[in-house]
């Protein structure tokens, strides 16, 4: 690879992050600037904007290198984030979302909460749950572009997931809102043309699509037994039905991953951020092809690699990446795509990772600064910019730590379960919120409390894949989990989780005095 064009490629992106950046900045004059960009931002720049939020290295690296392993079942995933993520999520979650937070003077998605059920208890808790869960999220992204900057400059893993970091820190902090989206932009349009690229050059190589489609299907009596046992029955048919495999997939991944998708604070403000509905519909469009491309491109050419590396080493992929899911998609960048290509991907990994950190960061630093902070000091005069950018800093710095911590084949996994931690604790109380006046603060506190409780509980007494690792269940019960029957132990926590906390939405609000119709009638003014 040649350093120096290397070199100026790495130099011209980062001045095209710094010059958005800094336009972000000139722009933010107030907290509206610094929380919500304003409110005026052009539906591409919010769909886009979106799309390279929800679509990071975890999708890229994780995904792709589960698609690997496991094959073109993932693409079902593709298809329930263009449903739910993109059309449900804008036609029936971000028109409302848009109008009533309006309504609310909300800045922030546990600010919206705790307005809609005027509860400063519920924001506070909302902004402490986003901040003391997000890093986990935060920290596999890191690792995601932190593992391709390893792979492709030769540097020490430690080095690049600092190296990453402080890029990502420098224009959140000083651009806000509108520096984030603006650079998410250029980051997603860089994503989309190299995604696109990738497949081409996929088939080509292969053969073709149906050369290729047909010789991978032919591979099905290469899977290793470890993996047949699992219900594994080649790289092009979904898993076994009631197979180990097919329950991690469809639960794990696809209902755990396609519907938390609708309770992410990072997504749920871009709502706010438009001036009418009529961007958001323009957006819906922009926002479904880039994540078809996004995502479904992407997790053929997982299972594609597969036949790759057989073609050229009689290895499978997962092989080649000597057992680290992790690595199998930058192990086939760097030894099948031409040195042109690995330079326009190296920035698609990049904007990948910075396009969903930096919102991230943003995030999580708004939640300790605005909802968290501002609110448990309420007599103390604070600056919502200022302690937001603090509480950035320090979402940072918790991220990086956790960073270098988690083990190898972690970034699909560790998105899984932040989904599914923010599906059964918010998405019950997100939509009573919008569509059922009759939810009342009580049930919303007790149901958000509930479904953390339930996710936490899951994760460290019932899901082998957590409860063995962690030891609690262990160290207290004598054995690995609490699920001794099949397939609980291996479901994902969201279908135990999120049913219960509706239930709880649902009676507790039924038992409990409803909000008074001013407050309703101001919440859904010019709601149809």
């Keep these: 690879m040649n350093t120096f064009v290397l070199g100026l490629v790495v130099v011209i992106y980062l001045l095209a992050i710094a010059f958005l950046g800094y336009r972000g900045y000139k722009q933010t004059k107030s907290a509206k600037d610094y929380l919500l960009a304003g409110r005026d931002i052009h539906p591409f720049v919010m769909a886009m904007s979106y799309g390279a939020t929800f679509i990071s290295t975890s999708a890229i690296i994780g995904f792709g290198g589960i698609a690997g392993v496991y094959g073109m079942g993932l693409i079902w995933l593709t298809a329930l984030n263009i449903i739910v993520g993109v059309f449900i999520a804008f036609i029936f979650f971000g028109r409302v979302t848009r109008k009533m937070g309006h309504n609310l003077d909300a800045h922030t998605f546990p600010e919206f909460l705790g307005n809609r059920f005027q509860s400063k208890k519920i924001q506070i808790i909302s902004g402490a749950v986003i901040f003391i869960s997000m890093p986990l999220y935060a920290a596999v992204v890191l690792i995601g572009g932190a593992r391709f900057i390893e792979s492709i400059f030769e540097i020490d893993f430690s080095l690049a997931l600092t190296f990453f970091s402080i890029i990502i820190a420098a224009y959140v902090i000083a651009g806000g809102l509108k520096g984030v989206m603006y650079t998410d932009a250029l980051q997603g349009s860089i994503m989309f043309l190299s995604l696109f690229f990738l497949l081409i050059v996929t088939y080509v190589k292969l053969g073709g699509v149906s050369a290729a489609h047909e010789a991978l299907t032919n591979m099905v009596n290469l899977v290793p037994e470890s993996l047949t046992s699992k219900g594994h029955e080649g790289w092009t048919v979904f898993p076994k039905m009631n197979s180990a495999w097919w329950w991690a997939l469809t639960t794990n991944i696809i209902l755990g991953v396609g519907i938390g998708v609708l309770a992410q604070p990072q997504l749920v403000v871009r709502f706010m951020t438009v001036k009418s509905n009529r961007e958001l519909n323009r957006a819906v469009l922009i926002g ?44 086939y960048i760097s030894a099948a795509m031409p040195e042109w290509f690995v330079y326009l991907f190296m920035l698609a990994l990049l904007s990948a990772g910075m396009s969903t950190l930096s919102s991230q960061f943003h995030t999580m630093g708004t939640s300790l600064g605005r909802d968290f902070i501002e609110n448990v000091f309420p007599n103390k005069k604070i600056d919502s910019m200022m302690i937001s950018k603090i509480g950035i800093i320090v979402a940072i710095l918790i991220s990086i730590i956790i960073g270098y911590k988690l083990p190898g084949s972690i970034i699909a996994r560790g998105t899984a379960i932040f989904f599914g931690i923010c599906a059964a604790t918010f998405l019950p109380v997100y939509f009573g919120a919008l569509y059922w006046k009759r939810v009342t603060k009580t049930a919303a506190l007790w149901s958000i409390l509930t479904g953390l409780i339930a996710s936490v509980f899951s994760l460290g007494f019932m899901h082998v894949k957590e409860s063995e690792p962690l030891g609690i269940c262990q160290a207290i019960f004598g054995k690995p989990t609490l699920a001794s029957e099949f397939p609980w132990m291996i479901v994902d926590p969201i279908l135990i989780a999120m049913p219960i906390s509706i239930v709880v939405l649902i009676v507790v609000s039924l038992a409990t005095q409803k909000t008074s119709d001013e407050h309703l009638a101001a919440c859904y003014k010019g709601i149809k």
């Design 288 to 331: 479904g092809i880039f994540i078809f491309v996004a995502t479904g491109f992407v997790f053929t050419v997982g299972a594609l690699t597969n036949l790759y590396f057989y073609n050229e080493s009689g290895q499978l992929a997962i092989q080649v990446a000597k057992g680290n899911v992790d690595l199998i998609i930058p192990e």
